[in-house]
């Protein structure tokens, strides 16, 4: 499915501009913030008249499919790793970071060990990967909702330093591991190292750290999303924006605000 209009978008981004005025996750000098993940994935959800799961669940945001009675789910990320204004960069996806449920497949389905399984990296490719596409397809089984997968999507906010935020689009549906190179890179003394990697022509395209964290990592470019915004910036806040935890409270109890601040 093709990503929202551009007034969608721009909602998107007034919305995150908001999370400047102290409420934001993102926490810079003298009381300012910056919108972090947790905001991103409101902002979506509000944006696209979906809902925000705030939980652990495959999909962060699941929006009624305007073409049956089901759902499609995105998958939201957030990194600081937007390398604008360069084209074509990776897209760090961290897809999982749970070690325990990768190995207890290849421990207990596989029959592999951390002392074993650098000598299969293709078959340790292939096991975490069905892992993964195992989770999306179950997925509507644990939320008791129907979730059309072929709509479903991953949907990557990154950002820099500079202030640029870019939004990326990619599919469910990951690259055939059989066409990767699989290995473990060695360290400086030539033995295999600590993580997983799959290579295609271009360089890195997977990770997993299977020793320390268990993070699958995925890493798209840039120029193979399915869509992707322009780059944007944050609207600036008026100068006279009051702290936003205070003036919260002050515009959704006024009398009560007001008393506490004359018997304080």
Sequence with gaps: MEFPTSSQVEIIRLILSTYQDGTGQLALKQGKTLPGW????????????GIAQENKAIFDVLVPNSEDSAFFGISCKMRR???????????PLELSNSSGKFWEVLTESDGLTPQTYKQHPEHVAQAILSIVQGWH???????????????SFFLSL???G???YQLFQFPLEMPDFKKLLWHFPPDKNGIPGRHLRGEDDQGKL?????????QLKYYP?????????????????????????SA?????????????????
């Design 38 to 49: 947790r905001d991103f994935e409101r902002a979506v959800a509000f944006s696209l008249k």
């Design 81 to 91: 790793e937007l390398k604008y204004p360069k084209q074509n960069f990776d897209v």
């Design 137 to 151: 397809e179950n997925t509507q089984l644990q939320m008791g909702v129907e979730i059309d997968l072929d709509v």
């Design 158 to 160: 990154l950002w820099n």
């Design 162 to 164: 500079n202030g640029y």
């Design 206 to 214: 997977f990770e997993w750290y299977g020793e320390s964290g268990g």
């Design 221 to 245: 470019r840039a120029a193979q999303a399915i869509w992707k915004s322009d780059p944007f910036q944050l609207e600036a806040l008026p100068e006279s924006t009051p702290d936003g935890v």
């Design 248 to 264: 919260k409270a002050q515009t959704y109890f006024p009398k009560q605000w007001a008393a506490a601040q004359k018997s304080g």
